[in-house]
C-alpha cells in the first residue's frame, strides 16, 4: 500500500523558511500530492497540490522532484499563526484519502 | 462559497446510547467524506459517497456506525450504541468529484466533538 512518511514534528521562530519533506513509495504515474494545514479545534484545510517541478501559491510553494519519490513543502517566513499540523497526502484512490499523523510544527517568538 | 457545514459543534452521551451527526457539504460537491479524528491522530476514512451512494464503507464498523446520504446532498452519520472509544472528532468534508486519480481536493467543515463517558 502507498504510504507517506513525515517528520513528527518541527520547530521554527518568526520570520524564518520552514521546509517539510514527506516522502511517498508507490505513488502512481498520474497521482497528485496533496498537502493539508490543521488547527486546533478546525478541519484540515488545503494549502496546494502538485503533480512534479514546483507549484507556488500565495500561501507556499511545493516542490517535487523528478523521480516524485518525495515533495517538499516550502513555508516563507513563517508567522506564529503557522503553527499547526501539517498532512502530506498521495497515492491511488483510496489511498489519496488516507491521512498519517502529520507534522506538527512550532513557530516561536 | 459557503464552507461545509456540520452540526452539533459538540456532543456529550454517556455509553450506551444513540448520537447522530449532520452534515451539509459546498453546493455542487458529488463526492462526501466522514473522517473520525482521535485526538493526537490523522483523520480516519470511515465512509465515502457519490452523489447518494456508498464508494468504499471498509473502515465503518458496521454493527454501530451507520451513514446515508439521501437524495446526494446532506448526509448523517449515526452511533449507535455509542462507546467509550468513539471519543474523537467527527468530521464531514466533501469535493467536487471522485475520481482514482483525480485532483479534487478535500473541503472539511469543523467537525462535532464528541465525548462518550
Known amino acids: 500500500l502507498a504510504k507517506t512518511t513525515q517528520p513528527i514534528s518541527m520547530d521554527s521562530y518568526e520570520g524564518q523558511e520552514v521546509n517539510i519533506t514527506c516522502s511517498h513509495n508507490n505513488i502512481a504515474t498520474n497521482d497528485y500530492i496533496t498537502w493539508y494545514q490543521q488547527f486546533p479545534s478546525q478541519g484540515p484545510r488545503f494549502i496546494i497540490q502538485g503533480y512534479k517541478t514546483k507549484v507556488t501559491n500565495e500561501v507556499a510553494s511545493l516542490f517535487i522532484p523528478a523521480d516524485r519519490k518525495s515533495s517538499t513543502l516550502s513555508l516563507p517566513r513563517v508567522s506564529l499563526s503557522d503553527t499547526a499540523v501539517y498532512y502530506c497526502l498521495g497515492g491511488t484512490g483510496f489511498q489519496k484519502l488516507v491521512f498519517g499523523t502529520g507534522t506538527r510544527l512550532l513557530v516561536s517568538p | 462559497e459557503a464552507g461545509v457545514a456540520q452540526s452539533p459543534r459538540y456532543k456529550i452521551i454517556e455509553k450506551r446510547q444513540s448520537v447522530a451527526f449532520w452534515c451539509n457539504p459546498i453546493s455542487g460537491h458529488a463526492t462526501l467524506y466522514w473522517y473520525q479524528q482521535i485526538l493526537g491522530q490523522g483523520p480516519k476514512l470511515l465512509i465515502q459517497f457519490q452523489n447518494n451512494g456508498v464508494v468504499d464503507d471498509s473502515q465503518l464498523p458496521k454493527d454501530r456506525f451507520s451513514a446515508e446520504r439521501l437524495k446526494g446532498v446532506d448526509s448523517t452519520l449515526k452511533i449507535q450504541p455509542a462507546k467509550l472509544e468513539d471519543s474523537a472528532v467527527y468530521l464531514c468534508?466533501?469535493?467536487?468529484?471522485?475520481?482514482?486519480?483525480?485532483?479534487?481536493?478535500?473541503?472539511f467543515g469543523n467537525g462535532t466533538r464528541l465525548t462518550v463517558t
Open positions: 468534508a466533501s469535493s467536487y468529484t471522485y475520481e482514482d486519480r483525480g485532483n479534487s481536493p478535500l473541503h
